[in-house]
Nanobody, 123 residues
Framework: QLQLVESGGGLVQPGGSLRLSCAAS????????IGWFRQAPGKEREGVSC????????NYADSVKGRFTISRDNAKNTVYLQMNSLKPEDTGVYYC????????????????WGQGTQVTVSA
């Protein structure tokens, strides 16, 4: 069974940085595109970024373009989300999932969700 575990969240001041990790357990990530999603209190879960299985294709939500970078290290069975210039509106629980990476970064194209890691951007 596919199991993904997120880590790296925390409290950071506006303008700061965090790097999230999504580690696979019990299977190899090589064959899967991975997406990052976030959910703020009272809001729908939204797609943030995704990366193809070989890392050759990436997509980003307009709200994070130029600030976030997704990458993967298949040797470590891990996908990363580097988040720079963080804003209060980036606050939420961040999830990773396995699926199909398209420009839409749609929730319905992903499954095997992790438990999430909390990111709070506040002064």
């Amino acid at each position: 069974q596919l199991q993904l575990v997120e880590s790296g969240g925390g409290l950071v001041q506006p303008g700061g940085s965090l790097r999230l990790s999504c580690a696979a357990s019990g299977f190899t990530l090589d064959y899967y595109a991975i997406g990052w999603f976030r959910q703020a209190p009272g809001k729908e879960r939204e797609g943030v970024s995704c990366i193809s299985s070989n890392g050759g294709s990436t997509n980003y939500a307009d709200s994070v373009k130029g600030r976030f970078t997704i990458s993967r290290d298949n040797a470590k069975n891990t996908v990363y989300l580097q988040m720079n210039s963080l804003k209060p509106e980036d606050t939420g629980v961040y999830y990773c999932a396995a699926g199909t990476c398209t420009k839409h970064i749609g929730r319905d194209e992903f499954g095997s969700w992790g438990q999430g890691t909390q990111v709070t951007v506040s002064a």
